[in-house]
């Protein structure tokens, strides 16, 4: 079956890893099926190619354990939030029927990551509607749309609606973001350009920021997320985290 829980939508590859990996491995964990659509191949990055890339987005896949990770073939740097591309972004959510889609930042520094946020949430609600015709391998689609869209926090520091506790997840998490080796501080030595995630205190940045957001809610890491719509519960103990062992 090709039905997923959770599907995971992205600009780049490796924005998913760096954001939201930790939680999607915890869904894993619980059995459920879990999978990542990156929009573009990251072609424009100024190290690596869009071929070591998709080495890399596969490694990295195999490390999260998702079920699924797909590339709808989008232009780097230059895709829109319009009709073309909402078109073809939709027939990904109506085949994988996810119940939750982790989609970009709704604000970043790079400008793919606000663009693509929209783009992703957006499309899970234009899924929805039934006079939008799309089709999946020449087969006509049904209309879905995920119960929610929830947004990471990125590069900038945006205070998140909910806090995930990823405390057993996190060293895989950063084995994970590794896997892009021509994009991450290589300490053998690269003759890449030097970038802004290259350098040495990146990766020690990302440890530090999902310390600092599990010490929120009293937990050794967390990753922090975004939702436009207010979750609800259905009592208050389901706020109490589990006892840490």
């Known amino acids: 079956m090709h039905k ?12 998913v890893e760096l954001g939201c990996a930790g939680t999607l491995m915890n869904h894993i964990a619980m059995g459920q099926k879990v999978g990542i659509v990156d929009l573009t191949q990251g072609e424009l990055g100024t190290r690596g190619t869009a071929e070591t890339r998709k080495q890399e987005a596969a490694d990295a896949a195999a490390v999260i354990g998702v079920t699924i990770r797909m590339n709808a073939g989008m232009a780097d740097g230059f895709f829109k939030n319009d009709e073309a591309h909402l078109r073809k972004l939709i027939p990904y959510i109506r085949h994988f029927q996810p119940e939750i889609v982790i989609a970009n930042a709704l604000s970043d520094r790079h400008p793919d990551h606000g663009r693509g946020g929209k783009l992703i949430a957006d499309a899970c609600f234009f899924a929805g509607l039934m006079k939008i015709e799309t089709e999946w391998e020449g087969i006509p689609q049904l209309p879905w749309r995920p119960k929610r869209v929830f947004h990471m926090v990125q590069d900038r520091d945006i205070t998140p609606t909910f806090i995930v506790d990823i405390t057993a997840t996190h060293k895989r998490k950063i084995e994970s973001i590794l896997c892009y080796k021509t994009q991450f501080y290589n300490p053998a030595g690269s003759d890449e350009p030097h970038t802004y995630i290259a350098g040495s205190s990146f990766i020690n940045n990302i440890i530090n920021r999902d310390a600092l957001t599990g010490k929120k809610i009293g937990t050794d890491f967390a990753e922090g997320f975004v939702s436009e719509n207010i979750p609800g519960i259905a009592n208050l103990d389901q706020l109490i985290l589990p006892v840490m062992p």
């Open 4 to 15: 997923l829980h959770i599907l995971a939508i992205a600009a780049h590859p490796d924005d």
